[in-house]
């Protein structure tokens, strides 16, 4: 079975820092990888994906990520974040490209002290 | 371009009433999925619609039932509310199970609160 492991559940930055939040995910095949940010009160937003090829992926917002497939990770990052970046990051692996069915992890809540 | 438009936004329910929650998928969309966020955790997946038929389910009970309109918008219902059936329910579309690349678009989401 699927499953995603966020390690972090909360993380404090001061701003105009680096930011890199931790994804570790399970599946047998190779997975379809995602990061949604949702902010208060929103739904989720898709920041960035990994299909398949270049396995360091640019995203909006300024945010990258990194599929290691030797370290079943997927890490999200950004070189300087700024306040408005606070909010919840999920990261959901799917089983199959086009499956409706994505697994996510418990989230990260990311906090930006001014 | 209309995103995911869910309704309603907020609700108020007790245990053992049955819930209706709404959504309409994004323009050129036709798949439609549920998830269930519960306060502090990561959405799970309930169902998947496609062509007015369940495609694909979670390890949600029965209770949890769905339908699919003609024009792709979609109900989720819930019977029998338990006090743990209080949760974020997220809707996303998708332009459909046969496209590549498939990406969702989530709604705001229904706050459902059991009393």
């Known amino acids: 079975a699927q499953s995603v492991t966020q390690p972090d559940i909360h993380i404090t930055v001061s701003e105009g820092a680096s930011l890199e939040l931790r994804c570790n995910y399970s599946?047998?095949?190779?997975?379809?990888l995602f990061w949604y940010v949702q902010s208060p009160g929103q739904g989720l937003q898709l920041l960035l994906k990994?299909?398949?090829?270049?396995?360091l992926v640019q995203g909006i917002k300024g945010f990258e990520a990194e599929f290691k497939r030797s370290q079943s990770s997927f890490n999200l990052r950004k070189p300087t974040v700024h306040w408005s970046d606070a909010a919840e990051y999920f990261c959901?692996?799917?089983?199959?490209?086009?499956?409706?069915?994505?697994?996510f992890g418990q989230g990260t809540r990311l906090t930006i002290n001014p | 371009d209309a995103g995911v438009t869910q309704s309603p936004t907020h609700l108020i329910k007790t245990r053992g009433q049955q819930v209706t929650l709404r959504c309409s998928p994004k323009?050129?969309?036709?798949?439609v999925s549920w998830y269930q966020q519960a306060l502090g955790q990561g959405p799970q997946f309930i169902f998947q619609?496609?062509?007015?038929?369940?495609?694909q389910r979670g390890n949600f009970p029965d209770r949890f039932s769905g339908h699919q309109f003609p024009n792709y918008s979609s109900e989720l219902n819930v019977n029998a509310l338990l006090l743990g059936d209080s949760a974020l329910y997220l809707c996303?579309?998708?332009?459909?199970?046969?496209?590549?690349?498939?990406?969702?678009?989530f709604g705001a989401g229904s706050r459902l609160t059991v009393l």
């Open positions: 996303a579309s998708s332009p459909g199970i046969h496209s590549g690349a498939n990406v969702l678009t």
């Open positions: 323009s050129g969309h036709d798949t």
């Open positions: 599946y047998g095949a190779t997975p379809y």
């Open positions: 990994y299909f398949s090829g270049d396995t």
């Open positions: 959901a692996v799917g089983k199959i490209q086009g499956a409706q069915k994505l697994v």
């Open positions: 619609y496609y062509e007015e038929e369940e495609r």
